[in-house]
């Protein structure tokens, strides 16, 4: 499968963002779907993901109660809502599909090429 994430931008703290994430391929609803991040001198983390009917949606505590993720089948496609953003939300964000729920970077086998956020204070 082939991401490309897109929607990133400049955005004042406490604004918002939407992220999007296109698949290629028609076995997208068979795939775990992730969010992750890296900032600048830091590893990539992992931000939210969601299961292949959207049923669970774990968030890393940093972003819990801000962020929103959803996917829609139809669409081949992910998006992450992101509200209330702070600057220490700057990193590059990476979509990336999984065979099997997991919210560690090395469970997830393709990556979009990343979309750069940058939230100013």
């Known amino acids: 499968v082939q991401l490309q994430a897109f929607g990133g931008g400049l955005v004042q703290a406490g604004g918002s963002l939407r992220l999007s994430c296109a698949a290629s391929g028609r076995t997208f609803s068979s795939y775990v779907m992730g969010w992750f991040r890296q900032a600048p001198g830091k590893e990539r983390e992992f931000v939210a993901a969601i299961t292949r009917s959207g049923g669970s949606t774990p968030y890393a505590d940093a972003v819990k109660g801000r962020f929103t993720i959803s996917r829609d089948n139809a669409k081949n496609t992910v998006y992450l809502q992101m509200n209330s953003l702070k600057p220490d939300d700057t990193a590059i964000y990476y979509c990336?599909?999984?065979?099997?729920?997991?919210?560690?970077?090395?469970?997830?086998?393709?990556w979009g090429q990343g979309t750069l956020v940058t939230v100013s204070s």
């Open positions: 990336a599909s999984a065979a099997r729920f997991a919210i560690t970077v090395g469970m997830y086998d393709y």
